[in-house]
């Protein structure tokens, strides 16, 4: 409710907002100056919000300590494929979904909803059977595979087929007219104006595999093959203690990509977001 | 298809009500491939769903009725072994307790804080979209990455409590006692996620139409008043979907669990994907993980129909 504010009132305002505002930011601020102090730095007391020495040191430790450039490549290349993946699926279904009434559409339609309600957590052993008796263990296909098609992607069938309910069916007209087939009609009328839709699926689907965590834990078992959540839990010292340092500069670079889209493509980020409510 | 198809493919199309008729031959080809596109079109999302969806699920069910250890190699039929080993077991209202607790408590907290941050940035104030960006950013930073961060300030002489003492309280040792813990990985999860829901709030908020603010001021209704009396109901469509989600995410949550607590201390925040994760994957017990994953399914069951249900109750219009 919009009302007009006396200049105290503004003042509280604000300053209940920045008090706020500390949890959500400082974590992240301290994370990443702290990647930057000597080991010694990181535990001082009242914490130095910039580095008195700032040093890539750490950074250099990560590529030690781990294959870290392998498990990089990892997450980003299935990150990658998981959300084009992602795109060609659930376009292709929620086009089909909205445009062409085929027999049984309603009841397929239902079928695949039954994914939303089925959390990749509750079928995890059976999934372990099948990609074990496929030889599929300790190999990438399950972190590809899995979110291509299950919940994340029928979710994203969801807010394809709203978005093409919502396309005006006079736009494809004059391709029709032109003689245009289905997939003509889908890849060069209909995509092209499916931006918005594509943008919030893509953006949506991109974090959700650069943040799974349960699956390379259950089918990964060489560090090599590792993605950057599960490689991020491995800095520990001899004693079993974590390595602060190490740790801290490897979780920045984790962050890093998605961070600076967000900050590049901040309004595209949080409307995609918003648009496909995604869980919590 | 060629251009002397397209006339008949537009008749196809409008013939398709039913009892539209005989169609012309031509139009039944080009019907044809129209409708085999629909199905090719969905082919993948659906033997996707199907195999890595339906099938598992069905799985889960018939392996909850196995004896199966991957490491002994034993897959035997048991019946209802599993179930009545669930109904014993003596950990497992111990999960089931601080499975509800921690669901409850994020929704709880995720929802209210969600919707203060919302009616807070909805007002007539210069900055408030600097404040939203802050307030979503946790969203973006890798979910694992957040919660070693969190690890580190909880820790007895980690960041949180610094500033407790520079404030002159002793704040506890937080990931070692059993209530605190639990505390942590809420607020943890919460601080992490609550941006999502405030954006869908927020959007909520700035579709109530301004004239019923007005008339109720006139009617002398206090901000209190107006909070209950009008922008509650009219943003309830987006409060259940948002709880839907909330809900539904919050008993998904382990990677948060694994890396501030490990399920401790003691089994204090051990949640039901967490127990079913020790079972099946680190004591190799398939069959009773199976059985655990058919109760976190029907608890998810259980729980979006019945919410879906008081959509009736208390949701006042839909779109």
């Known amino acids: 409710m919009k009302t007009e504010r006396s200049g105290r009132a503004k003042l509280v305002l ?115 059977q099948m990609f074990n008796s496929w030889g599929m263990i300790d190999t990438h296909w399950p972190l590809l595979l899995v979110p291509i098609f ?50 919030a699926v893509a953006i949506f689907s991109f974090l959700h595999s650069w943040n799974l965590y349960l699956e390379p834990v259950v089918f990964l078992s060489t560090p090599e093959k590792f993605t950057l959540p599960q490689a991020l839990t491995q800095f520990v010292d001899a004693y079993g203690g974590p390595m602060w340092d190490v740790q801290l500069s490897a979780a920045t670079m984790s962050a890093l990509p998605v961070v600076i889209v967000f900050v590049i493509a901040q309004r595209q980020f949080v409307e995609g977001l918003a648009h496909t409510g995604i869980k919590g | 298809m ?45 033997l996707g769903s199907v195999l890595f969806v339906l099938v598992p699920l069905a799985l889960v069910f018939w392996y909850s009725f196995h004896e199966w250890n991957v490491l002994v190699g034993s897959f035997e039929f048991t019946g209802t072994a599993n179930y009545e080993r669930l109904a014993a077991d003596p950990a497992l209202p111990g999960v089931l307790a601080a499975t509800a607790t921690f669901s409850a408590g994020l929704v709880a907290l995720n929802l209210s804080l969600a919707l203060a941050l919302a009616v807070l940035l909805n007002q007539k104030l210069r900055g408030t979209v600097v404040f939203r ?50 505390i942590a990985v809420i607020v943890v999860q919460v601080l992490k996620n609550v941006g999502l829901n405030m954006v869908l709030f927020l959007a909520a908020l700035q579709g ?44 998904q949550v382990f990677a948060q669990i694994d890396v501030l607590t490990g399920g401790g201390p003691g089994t204090s925040t051990t949640v039901l994907v967490y127990y079913l994760y020790q079972n099946a994957f680190q004591f190799h017990d398939f069959g009773y993980g199976a059985t655990l994953s058919v109760l976190l399914f029907a608890i998810v069951l259980v729980l979006t129909v019945v919410q879906w249900q008081m959509r009736r109750k208390w949701v006042v219009h839909e779109d």
């Not at chain 1, 993946?85 to 445009?99: D, E, H």
């Not at chain 1, 919502?166 to 104006?193: Q, T």
């Open chain 2, 2 to 46: 060629s251009r002397a198809d397209a006339p008949t493919a537009e008749t196809g199309r409008r013939t398709r009500r039913p009892g539209g008729g005989p169609r012309p031959r031509k139009g039944w080809t080009a019907r044809r491939r129209d409708l085999l596109a629909g199905y090719l079109f969905v082919a993948p999302q659906l």
């Open chain 2, 133 to 182: 960006t802050l307030f979503f950013s946790p969203v973006a930073v890798t979910l694992v990455a957040w919660t070693i961060v969190w690890r580190f300030l909880l820790q007895d002489d980690g960041g949180v409590n610094g500033l407790l003492s520079a404030i002159g309280t002793d704040g506890p040792n937080w990931l070692r006692g059993e209530t605190t813990a639990m």
């Open chain 2, 208 to 251: 109530v139409p301004h004239e019923l603010y007005e008339a109720s001021m006139l009617d002398g209704a206090g901000r209190w008043t107006r909070f209950r009396r009008i922008t509650v109901p009219m943003i309830s469509p987006t409060i259940l979907l948002t709880s839907i989600i909330t809900v539904v995410g919050s008993l």
């Open chain 1, 150 to 199: 299950g919940a994340p992607s029928v979710l994203a069938t969801l807010i394809m087929r709203q978005f093409f309910i919502a396309l005006p069916v006079e736009i494809e007209e004059a391709g029709r007219m032109d003689g245009l087939g289905r997939f003509a009609l889908y890849a060069r009328i209909a995509l092209p104006l499916s931006r918005p839709a594509l943008g």
């Open chain 1, 14 to 128: 604000y300053g209940l907002l920045c008090l706020l505002a500390v949890p959500f930011v400082f974590p992240t601020w301290w994370m990443v100056t702290s990647s930057l102090k000597p080991a010694n730095e990181i535990f001082a007391f009242p914490p130095s919000l910039w580095p008195g020495d700032p040093s890539l040191d750490a950074y250099g430790r990560v590529f030690d300590f781990a294959p870290f450039a392998q498990q990089y490549f990892n997450s980003m290349y299935i990150a990658a494929v998981v959300t084009v993946g992602t795109l060609a699926v659930s376009s292709l279904a929620g086009y089909a979904f909205a445009r062409i009434r085929f027999p049984g559409h309603n009841a397929l339609f239902l079928v695949i909803l039954v994914g939303l309600l089925i959390p990749s957590e509750v079928t995890i052993v059976p999934l372990f």
